[in-house]
């Protein structure tokens, strides 16, 4: 059974860093794709970051480009388990959410946009991160 669990978050300063953590067990992450969602008081839930099992290929919003970094720790010989982590430099308040990682079949650019999430189907509890001065 997919699971995907993330640690990590905390309170930072402007301008700061933090590694998230993802994860995941119970599939072979050569063939799924493993997002990184966040969600703000008030408004809806956004795609962060998209890592594509098959290829290592790694997809970033806008808003973060430059500033967040995906990548795998593979843990098990066979993939089974892995954690992902999503770097996470110079933050700003407007980074403030709850930050979810999700797992879904295929690579990040199989069905439909991977930013809205629509795919993912395995989800974790979130972890929060809140930028402060």
């Known amino acids: 059974q997919e699971h995907v669990v993330e640690s990590g978050g905390g309170l930072v300063q402007p301008g700061g860093s933090l590694r998230l953590s993802c994860a995941a067990s119970?599939?072979?992450?050569?063939?799924?794709?493993i997002g990184w969602f966040r969600q703000a008081p008030g408004k809806e839930r956004e795609g962060v970051s998209c890592?594509?099992?098959?290829?290592?290929?790694?997809?970033?919003?806008?808003?973060v480009k430059g500033r967040f970094t995906v990548g795998r720790v593979a843990i098990s010989a066979d993939n089974a388990e892995n954690t992902l982590y999503l770097q996470m430099n110079n933050l700003k308040p407007e980074d403030t959410a709850v930050y979810y990682c999700?797992?879904?079949?295929?690579?990040?650019?199989?069905?439909?946009?991977?930013?809205?999430?629509?795919?993912?189907?395995?989800w974790g509890q979130g972890t929060q991160v809140t930028v402060s001065s």
């Open positions: 119970g599939f072979i992450l050569d063939y799924h794709a």
């Open positions: 999700a797992a879904k079949l295929g690579s990040c650019t199989y069905g439909s946009s991977w930013f809205v999430g629509l795919d993912f189907g395995s």
């Open positions: 890592f594509s099992g098959d290829d290592g290929s790694t997809y970033y919003a806008d808003s």
